[in-house]
């Protein structure tokens, strides 16, 4: 049977994620094809991509490396276990992560997801810990509004309200930090001046439960599906000293920041400030097949590498970790990053970017803009009583205008992908300012 490539005429057996699936179903918004900066709409409409994807097609859709990358894997091996068994591909895209990654990180386990990323991660803090003689370094310490997937160990360090209220209790020994979304950064360009102090309170959690039962700490550099939140100046070096101090692992999820989003690698060569984990996903494989990997130091790798060389040295592991096809999809993505110079080209445009985005300052309903590399978010005033209603009538104004923007509670989040012209700049942020005038 030939795959329908328009609407389907039964969409109920689908149950989408992170979906108002209700509404979707009543008036479908389908894309059937994409290519570089555009989808193309099941009605022959061409919809500029202003968030690339969902944070991941950083080389942009339909990218002639990638794709030729997958199709030649495709025909030599499809598959390869990675239990006790290997593939050359695997090991290529290790090198080269380990390559560009900055200095202190040696090693990478593969997954299939940012939200496997973050769990692998956990559990290997944990089982470090374990290893060097600190096992009763169990709890774990994430922050308020922090997104790190929908697993149970993700939930339970992240902050998203709706994301952990409805599955129980969750994983114990979880403590969280304050976000550091405070008004006196409002419309700050780039990282802002206020808030560093707000580290400190990882100084409170160690003196109520005693530095030896804390195995980790685990942040976004930049937390991006909560709504873009900066982090202030010096604040993630404090979690750094104060990590170090007490001889709690640091965990950076990049899985939105990590391949070129702020203009770097990742957003810990950014910033300056080295974790001892580093978890991506998404632009690993430019979005094309599900892909994520934990980067660790050579300090963490070797502390598992002891006893009789027969023996596994760590119990965790998927089915599809370092799978052939996903492996040379990263290797043709990280080639097509560097051939392409598109991390460097994020850094050029960040400043044009910056003020096409604060240009909407004086718009309806706008009450902050954040701004970094080629990520922007605009908050809006929640309609009273009506809680994400006006975003989401703006997303669907932009979309009916061909342009694709993101929201989350009541901000609208924007992460173009790296090959975007200012054109494309000057299209969707003047999109955006006419949706602003036309919705209530």
Known sequence: MALDRSTPNDLSA??????????????????????KMHYKTADGRSVLDGTAGLWCCNAGHNSPRIVEAIQKQAGELDYAPAFQMGHPVAFELANRLRDMAPEPFEHVFFTNSGSESVETALKIAIA??????????????????????VNFGGISVGGIVNNRKYFGTLLAGVDHLPHTHIKENAFTRGQPEHGAHLADELERIVALHGPETIAAVIVEPMAGSTGVLLPPKGYLQRLRDICTKHGILLIFDEV???FGRLGSSFAAEHYGVMPDMITCAKGLTNGVIPMGAVLATKEIHDA??????????LFHGYTYSGNPIASAAGVASLETYKEDGLFERAAALAPYWEDALHSLKDHPHVIDIRNEGLIGAVELEPIAGEPTKRAFSAFLDCYDHDCLIRTTGDIIAMSPPL?????HIDQLIGTLGDTLKRID
């Open 419 to 423: 090959i975007i012209e200012k054109a």
């Open 256 to 258: 939105i920041t990590g």
């Open 304 to 313: 598992f590498m002891q006893g009789p060389e027969h023996m596994i040295e």
């Open 128 to 149: 470090y810990q374990r290893a060097i003689g600190q096992g009763t370094r169990t709890r774990l310490v994430g922050r308020e509004r922090g997104y790190h997937g």
């Open 14 to 35: 689908f149950w989408m994620p992170f979906t108002a699936n209700r509404q979707f179903k009543k008036n479908p918004r389908m894309f059937v094809s994409a290519d």
